[in-house]
């Protein structure tokens, strides 16, 4: 009678072992879909941001473009109103950077 009830708590013992396997495989695997969504769920936030990122420094170069061809107008402009002038700024300009190079 022990040996029967042993072998019958054995076989209990088997079978619960069996059914925490089974819950242990599927804590498992939700795991590693919890997870794998994380991961997406960051990949998708840093691709958000990274593109975020690049319209604004798409935004700063077209507005440093225009004001660099706004600056290159006024100049030209300021050249045709004043030619002798701008050409003798030109030259002394000139004459300064050839002194500065020169002493190196």
């Known amino acids: 009678m022990a040996e029967r009830d042993l072998q019958r708590e054995f076989d209990e013992l088997k079978s619960e072992l069996g059914k925490l396997q089974d819950d242990l495989s599927r ?22 941001e990274a593109q975020h990122l690049i319209e604004r420094i798409q935004e700063a170069a077209e507005t440093a473009a225009s004001k660099g061809k706004d600056m290159v107008a006024d100049v030209e402009r300021r050249v045709e109103e004043k030619p002798v002038p701008s050409a003798l700024s030109a030259f002394g300009i000139g004459v300064v950077i050839g002194i500065i190079l020169s002493r190196r």
């Open 27 to 48: 804590v498992a695997e939700q795991g590693t879909t919890v997870a794998v969504d994380a991961a997406v769920a960051a990949r998708d936030r840093l691709e958000e």
